[in-house]
């Protein structure tokens, strides 16, 4: 049947609709370039790097801590930087982010990218955030990749805004869930997982796993028993450290092989491996270090596009407050 003017048109208009909208909706990922910097900071990422590898070199826990950082910025609104913010009621003040750490070396990496490259406000922080966790990574054995920069900053910051962020105390399924609504596979959650195969975490937070739980390891639960006791009748127990994995300071898949032993230190660890559908992604990147390493390089790059979809941003002069 042959078409009429008036389908024609109706045919016309839904194609420029639809150009309008692809035009629109990639406004926010196509802003992003590796070379976003290179006229107006060519230095931005040997600057970082060199930031990141003094950091480490003075506290080796450091790494893990940026890299937590930079999870928790993104995963909130997108890399905006607000986590940065010293702003009352914002997502610095949340629970989840009271124990984050890492503020004073991004203040210290800003000012250096920003003295190198003409003064002022030149680089944002959530960029810089990028780089330093990216380089983290890479300083503590893991894989490089490229990180896309163009990013700006929050001007605003809201501490009930981190309720999307995944617990230690959660089960698969919701953690599958928080995943999915920030665009992940489960392949890429478990990979993302996998930052846990460095740094370390406090008592409070895995006490109820190591004296409650039946799916963990007797051995493994005994000895850190010994200084993460049921209660706190001290009030100092619950800030004990303890390892993530066997390895805290290097990157690689003991995590995995950590998991499959049941010496998950985290209840969000653990349940990745027991009898649900994460299984046969911890089991492959317990066997194959090299597929979990390249699998966490793509889904930190995928973290990192996950930007606002406004452009009403900045760039601040100092990443504790807006200019």
Not at 211 to 231: K, L, M
């Amino acid at each position: 049947m042959a078409a009429t003017p008036g389908h024609r048109f109706c045919a016309l208009s839904l194609a420029i609709m639809l150009a309008i909208s692809f035009f629109f909706s990639g406004i926010a990922t196509a802003q992003l370039s590796v070379s976003f910097y290179a006229k107006t900071c060519p230095s931005v990422f040997e600057t970082v790097r060199a930031g990141v590898r003094s950091a480490i070199n003075a506290e080796t826990r450091m790494g893990a801590s940026i890299l937590r950082l930079f999870f928790h910025d993104c995963f909130v609104n997108g890399c905006d930087g607000g986590v940065l913010l010293d702003v009352e009621n914002g997502e610095k003040e949340a629970p989840p982010n009271l124990t984050l750490r890492g503020f004073e070396v991004i203040d210290s990496i800003k000012s250096q990218v920003d003295g190198s490259c003409g003064g002022g406000a030149v680089v944002s922080c959530s960029d810089i955030l990028a780089i330093a966790a990216r380089d983290s990574v890479v300083e503590m054995g893991g894989q490089t990749y490229e990180v896309p920069l163009g990013r700006r900053d929050a001007r605003t910051s809201n501490k009930d805004d981190t309720s999307v962020l995944p617990s230690p105390f959660e089960d698969l399924d919701i953690l599958r869930e928080k995943f999915e609504n920030k665009g992940f596979s489960m392949r890429e959650m478990v990979a993302l997982s996998g930052a846990h195969s460095v740094g370390f975490a406090r008592c409070s937070i895995f006490r109820g796993r190591i004296h409650n739980e039946t799916d963990i390891d007797p051995d493994f639960a005994a000895t850190r028993q010994n200084f993460c006791p049921r209660t706190d009748s001290d009030g100092d127990s619950g800030d004990v450290l303890a390892p993530l994995d066997q390895s805290p300071m290097r990157f690689g898949n003991n995590y995995f092989q950590a998991l499959l032993n049941r010496r998950g230190l985290l209840h969000s660890d653990q349940v990745l491996f027991n009898g649900g559908s994460a299984d046969e992604f911890v089991r492959t990147y317990a066997n194959d270090g090299e597929a979990f390493r390249v699998d966490f390089a793509n889904a930190m790059v995928k973290l990192g596009n996950l930007i606002p979809s406004t452009d009403d941003g900045e760039v601040r002069v100092n990443c504790r407050r807006v200019n």
